[in-house]
T-cell receptor, first 114, second 110 residues
Framework: GAVVSQHPSRVICKSGTSVKIECRSL??????MFWYRQFPKQSLMLMAT?????????EQGVEKDKFLINHASLTLSTLTVTSAHPEDSSFYIC??????????FGPGTRLTVT | DAKTTQPPSMDCAEGRAANLPCNHS???????VYWYRQIHSQGPQYIIH???NNETNEMASLIITEDRKSSTLILPHATLRDTAVYYC???????????FGTGTRLTIIP
């Protein structure tokens, strides 16, 4: 149980385009989902927290207009990187939790912006 | 946040018990200790968590000292697949956010 999936696992896009990453909880209802970013040789950094049906709460320094988060259902959250640039290339990881349970993480999406 | 301190790296022989320490001397009475691990190029994996009592599950055991200022994660019979970065995290009570430090890079030696 407690499986979280992400799609795609790997994406390459051109500078200036937008890319959407999906995060799904497969066997539980994710009342809260989190989005992290991890640069090479660094630890995970929390970008934003989203509760189903509510606007996401962004961490300091994360541009909400650039990283659009939608958590429209209890099993799906999406992260859209708008007008992507090479510096947005990173490993994006989502996690989900049901109520006050522990967080379960997706496998990650590696984004490369050329 | 209760800050955690972990050694940057450790080696362990395959088949032996891996004991990973974590200091969290500023932990508050109602804050839990969580352990996650991240295998290279994958998302973190939940291992175990505890408050006061020692905990055991199919993956590991968590030993928390009586004063709760430190804990040890024990992988009883380490395998090569246990090579990963292990994170000890103490989120503030009532705060759902996990703050990942640098963790301990555990290498299992054949």
């Amino acid at each position: 149980g407690a499986v979280v999936s992400q799609h795609p696992s790997r994406v390459i896009c051109k500078s200036g385009t937008s890319v959407k990453i999906e995060c799904r909880s497969l066997d539980f209802q994710a009342t809260t989902m989190f989005w992290y970013r991890q640069f090479p040789k660094q630890s995970l950094m929390l970008m934003a927290t989203s509760n189903e049906g509510s606007k996401a709460t962004y961490e300091q320094g994360v541009e909400k207009d650039k990283f659009l988060i939608n958590h429209a259902s209890l099993t799906l959250s999406t992260l859209t990187v708008t007008s992507a640039h090479p510096e947005d290339s990173s490993f994006y990881i989502c996690s989900a939790r049901e109520g006050q349970s522990e967080q379960y993480f997706g496998p990650g999406t590696r984004l490369t912006v050329t | 946040d209760a800050k955690t301190t972990q050694p940057p790296s450790m080696d362990c022989a395959e088949g032996r018990a891996a004991n990973l320490p974590c200091n969290h001397s500023t932990i508050s009475g109602n804050e839990y200790v969580y352990w996650y691990r991240q295998i290279h190029s994958q998302g973190p994996q939940y291992i175990i968590h505890g408050l006061k009592n020692n905990e055991t599950n199919e993956m590991a055991s968590l030993i928390i000292t009586e004063d709760r200022k430190s804990s040890t994660l024990i992988l009883p019979h380490a395998t090569l697949r246990d090579t990963a970065v292990y994170y000890c995290i103490v989120p503030p009570a009532g705060n759902e956010k996990l703050t990942f430090g640098t963790g301990t890079r555990l290498t299992i030696i054949p």
